[in-house]
Nanobody
Framework: QVQLVESGGGLVQPGGSLRLACAASASIFSISAMGWYRQAPGKQRELVARITRGGSNHYAESVKGRFTISRVDAKNTVYLQMNSLKPEDTAVYYC???????????????WGQGTQVTVSS
């Protein structure tokens, strides 16, 4: 099972930007989809963005137009570019391998440590 390590989080002011990276321990070339999730204190983990090998990306409504997910298979890395950050984006961000159930995608791997993003003035 591929291991994933998230990085790039930090403290940023509202309106600022961060780029998160998800580095895999093995090739992600054959992985159909990867996802970024986040979990804020007292809330359930939620999908932020998903990218498929076919180039079909999905975003949560709350981040559309502000976040961009991308993947560089040659580097075994998935990125999340976050612009125009808001305090409500504060959370621990995780990545995961997505699997197709036949009707929907779901996170299939174990969760890593995540990377903390704090948006505050």
């Amino acid at each position: 099972q591929v291991q994933l390590v998230e990085s790039g989080g930090g403290l940023v002011q509202p309106g600022g930007s961060l780029r998160l990276a998800c580095a895999a321990s093995a090739s992600i070339f054959s992985i159909s989809a990867m996802g970024w999730y986040r979990q804020a204190p007292g809330k359930q983990r939620e999908l932020v963005a998903r990218i498929t090998r076919g180039g079909s990306n999905h975003y949560a409504e709350s981040v559309k137009g502000r976040f961009t997910i991308s993947r560089v298979d040659a580097k075994n890395t998935v990125y999340l570019q976050m612009n125009s950050l808001k305090p409500e984006d504060t959370a621990v961000y995780y990545c995961n391998v997505e699997r197709w159930s036949g009707s929907d995608w779901y996170p299939s791997g174990s969760w890593g440590q995540g990377t903390q993003v704090t948006v505050s003035s």
